[in-house]
């Protein structure tokens, strides 16, 4: 019984010790994003999206810009598969660098719509190989890359405010959810990456196109197990939908 108690004991120090150290960054920033989906055919389409993203105080400097391309295909009018690739910059200050740090990102999706009279929901699983290109000091780029895998579930419900419902003009509700997970031999101490949780408005202007505007908040886990980052973001992205098959 002694025994038990002492091994108790231990454990408790052991985990208040590691939750004194954990620590939490706050941080404000602002994203805005165009993203496009273009259907050639009845299987054949185009995603691209251009991302920027501050550092922090809102409007004080870059942190990173994201251009991602890729390829779908579509299994019906509701489920597509894309592959494609991004690449991302990270602006200096980053990871204590005096210059921008680029990462090459190959990703693969699924993606697929439930639709309803008066809601919509949006979900799509995401996989991502990513090569982070490492530093030889804080000025210069390293010739190596490091590699993870990192797997996404994102989860949208758009709910219509008004009598006008999806058509033009009309304004919706949207509340989103996105986890990331990171996976590989360079995974120590976060396998949890981060879960981003977004509430806001949608403004349509045309049937298929909208302006999606709110707040979102970034929790997550760096390298390190025990440091975090919470973003407070305010997010305004642009979705832009064309379908040039003929009689459409």
Do not use: C
């Amino acid at each position: 019984m002694k025994n038990k108690l002492l091994l108790i004991a231990f454990l408790l120090i052991v985990v208040g010790a590691t939750a004194q150290t954990k620590t939490v960054a706050n941080i404000n920033q602002v994203w805005g994003g165009y993203m496009n989906q273009t259907r050639f055919s009845n299987k054949w389409g185009l995603w691209g999206e251009v991302q920027l993203r501050s550092h922090e105080n809102f409007f004080d400097n870059l942190s990173t810009s994201i251009v991602r391309v890729g390829g779908t295909y579509y299994l019906n009018d509701d489920t597509k598969l894309t592959a494609g690739y991004a690449y991302v910059n990270h602006f200096a200050p980053a990871n204590g660098a005096n210059i921008s740090t680029p990462e090459h990102r190959p990703w693969q999706q699924i993606q697929w719509h439930t639709k309803y009279p008066r809601l919509r929901l949006m979900q799509w699983v995401r996989v991502e190989e990513r090569y982070r290109q490492r530093l030889l000091n804080a000025d210069e780029l390293d010739n190596s890359f490091s590699f993870n895998w990192r797997v996404r579930y994102n989860l949208l419900m758009q709910v219509p405010l008004t009598k006008k419902m999806f058509a033009p003009r009309g304004l919706s509700f949207i509340a989103n959810d996105e986890v990331h997970l990171n996976f590989g031999k360079q995974i120590v101490n976060n396998t949890f990456d981060q879960n981003r949780f977004f509430v806001g408005l949608a403004y349509q202007t045309t049937k298929t196109d909208n302006i999606q505007f709110g707040y979102m908040n970034l929790f997550q886990q760096l390298a390190s197990g025990n440091q975090y980052r919470s973003l407070h973001v305010a997010r305004v992205f642009y979705f832009h939908n064309l379908d040039l098959r003929k009689g459409k």
